[in-house]
């Protein structure tokens, strides 16, 4: 009948229908592909970064589930939101630990492949560094490092916050609680500025993360170069210094003259050369003199230099002519006797009498000396004869002389 007909065109009508809305549905079910672009970044020593992108293969995400290290006990839903990039923090970690994270897409259709990415936090970093400047010698300073060393890390880094020190990043290994380390200073250019020395910890991973730092307040000086010091007269020294060549930029040079607790303190002004000079000494004694670098960092080695003020000059000279014979002529010089002097030096002052300059040995208060006079030159002229002292340490200063009027005359000819 029409109506029968009727009925069956509509059943296949809906069949048709129910079965295109199947086959569309199922073909949005399509599982998805695996996420791309999957990147998993230490963050810090307890954390780690989780960045994707959607599938660029099979159907469209729902969901990304998140699972590290395999656990099956906790995941990470992540629904799909239409964004470009994803990305996850994981917290809480244990510091310098490897992790491996997956990620999966999935939709009605089923989960898709999961992508597997691995890294590790960072360690932590070390505890209690100390750092001091070590002058083993005037040319090989070195720098004293030290600090705490952090669980399973057996790496680290040495390195110098901006370029004062200007030494290289360095890798140490250390297996113990506290680890020390001396790194050589080659650098002779001068700094008085303030340095600051970090060390980083090397995860299992050999990704060095965050450092701890310290900042010494300035490289302390080298000793002082160019130190000499010089008699200059019967009561006084100069002593004449320059700046260090290494270490720090001085601020002060320290003066001791015999370890004396009373110091000179010498302001540096940048100049190349230093002078000062002690007075009021002692005649014919030893001195020890000691001048020292100083800056905010603390005091340099020092430089000593020893010397010996001059020896007064003796007094009460006589010089005269003893005509013994006709042909011995000789020159009879007395002068009064110095402190703590023991050798003088007779000498002719202008050369008249042609005798050479001789020293001489005297222990009493009164020195008297012969010398003969060998010569044929007859001169009426007048002659000066000096009798200078020596200090204890073999330095001849200023002499005391006399002069002798021109009225006498040798009367020998010497013999051929």
């Not at 009373?262 to 190349?272: E, L, T, Y």
């Not at 000593?304 to 011995?328: E, F, H, K, R």
């Amino acid at each position: 009948s029409a109506s029968a007909a009727e009925s069956a065109l509509n059943m296949t009508y809906a069949n048709f229908i129910w079965t295109t809305l199947a086959f569309l549905q199922g073909c949005n079910s399509l599982a998805p592909g695996p996420p791309s672009g999957v990147l998993l970044n230490s963050t810090g020593e307890t954390s780690l970064a989780l960045t994707w992108a959607p599938p660029t293969t099979g159907g469209s995400p729902v969901n990304y589930t998140l699972t590290i290290n395999d656990s099956s006990s906790s995941h990470v839903v992540i629904p799909d939101n239409g964004s470009p990039v994803y990305d996850y923090a994981f917290t809480g970690l244990t510091s310098n630990t490897p992790y491996s994270v997956s990620v999966m897409a999935s939709n009605d259709g089923g989960n898709g492949n999961q992508t597997v990415v691995n890294n590790c936090t960072w360690a932590y970093p070390p505890g209690s560094i100390t750092v001091d400047i070590l002058q083993g010698s005037d040319i090989d300073p070195s720098l004293n490092v030290t600090w705490t060393a952090v669980a399973r890390v057996s790496l680290y880094l040495v390195f110098e916050l901006g370029s004062v020190l200007q030494i290289t990043p360095q890798r140490f290994l250390c297996l113990s609680s506290v680890c020390t380390e001396i790194i050589n200073l080659h650098n002779s250019s001068s700094s008085g500025r303030s340095f600051t020395i970090c060390v980083a910890s090397y995860n299992i991973a050999g990704q060095s993360g965050a450092g701890k730092c310290t900042t010494k307040s300035a490289l302390v000086p080298g000793p002082p170069s160019g130190v000499l010091l010089n008699s200059t007269g019967e009561t006084s020294l100069a002593l004449t210094w320059a700046p260090p060549t290494i270490g720090g930029s001085p601020v002060n040079y320290t003066l001791t003259i015999n370890d004396s607790s009373s110091h000179v303190v010498i302001p540096d002004n940048g100049s190349p050369v230093y002078n000062y000079a002690f007075t009021g000494l002692t005649s014919n004694t030893p001195y020890s003199v000691s001048v020292m670098a100083s800056n905010n960092g603390g005091n340099g080695n020092q430089i000593v230099a020893n010397n010996c003020t001059w020896a007064y000059p003796p007094g009460s000279v006589t010089a005269d002519i003893l005509q013994g014979s006709d042909i011995a002529l000789s020159l009879n010089v007395t002068w009064t006797a110095v402190a703590r002097v023991s050798h003088y030096l007779v000498f002719d002052l202008g050369y008249v009498l042609e005798i050479e300059p001789q020293k001489f040995l005297c222990l009493s208060s009164v020195c008297t000396e012969i010398i003969n006079l060998q010569t044929s030159y007859s001169s009426g002229r007048s002659f000066t004869i000096c009798v200078a002292s020596y200090n204890i340490a073999g330095q001849n200063g200023a002499g005391n002389c006399t002069t002798k009027s021109g009225d006498w005359k040798l009367l020998w000819t010497a013999m051929d």
